[in-house]
């Protein structure tokens, strides 16, 4: 069974700060791996996707990266901002989406 | 390009009753997913419909149940409800099915907030 854990649970930045959000997965026999943004109360909003062939991702300020062998990804956040305020989500793709907790991220103007 | 809706956004139901949930995937999709999700347990699946087959259940009681239609318009259905089924319900769309040899991104709706009192 899929495990996926993110740490930390809750991270609390200045704003500008580039930070770092980490995923691990315990069966690396994985389709690909998504990164997803929530705010509260709200629906899920996809960030990046990472096929299970690629290494890394990028989109603006985000940048994503992916060891499947070390069952590992992590998400790089560079000059966040307080807009950036949200719920981070990781999931790996079986044939369902199997996520971690998240990370409940706060930029602090 | 219009997103994945889904009706109603809140809901509050009594124990014991039963209710149904709507999801319009985004045009041309044809794979829908349901999750649920709650503080304790975080996201988890529910079951996924393609072309009006369901082709994966995830590890919930047989009062959760789910269709899709022609359309790909799908509705999940919780019968006998409990206290602990008070959760906000998450469809995602696809152009293609889960588990398949493509990779098919997914989109979220907004989700139903399910109340049971």
């Known amino acids: 069974k899929q495990e996926v854990t993110q740490i930390p649970a809750a991270l609390s930045v200045p704003e500008g700060e580039n930070l770092v959000l980490n995923c691990s997965f315990t069966?690396?026999?994985?389709?690909?791996l998504q990164w997803f943004r929530q705010d509260p109360g709200k629906g899920l909003t996809s960030l990046l996707l990472?096929?299970?062939?690629?290494r890394e991702q990028t989109s603006g300020r985000l940048n994503a990266s992916l060891d499947k062998s070390s069952g590992r990804s992590t998400l790089y956040i560079a000059a966040s901002q307080p807009g950036d305020s949200a719920t981070y989500l990781c999931a790996v793709s079986g044939y369902a989406l199997n996520f971690g907790k998240g990370t409940s991220l706060l930029v602090t103007p | 390009k219009a997103g994945v809706t889904q009706t109603p956004r809140y809901l509050i139901k009594t124990r014991g009753q039963q209710v149904t949930l709507s999801c319009s995937p985004i045009s041309g999709h044809r794979s829908v997913s349901w999750y649920q999700q709650t503080p304790g347990q975080g996201l988890q699946f529910l079951f996924e419909?393609?072309?009006?087959?369901?082709?994966n259940k995830g590890n919930f009681p047989g009062r959760f149940s789910g269709r899709q239609f022609s359309n790909s318009r799908s509705e999940m259905n919780v019968s006998t409800l409990e206290l602990g089924d008070s959760a906000l319900y998450l469809c995602?769309?696809?152009?293609?099915?889960?588990?398949?040899?493509?990779?098919?991104?997914?989109?979220f709706g907004p989700g139903t907030r399910l109340t049971v009192t």
């Open positions: 419909y393609f072309s009006e087959t369901q082709r």
């Open positions: 995602a769309s696809s152009l293609g099915a889960a588990g398949s040899s493509k990779i098919y991104e997914q989109y």
């Open positions: 069966d690396s026999a994985i389709y690909n």
């Open positions: 990472i096929q299970s062939s690629q």
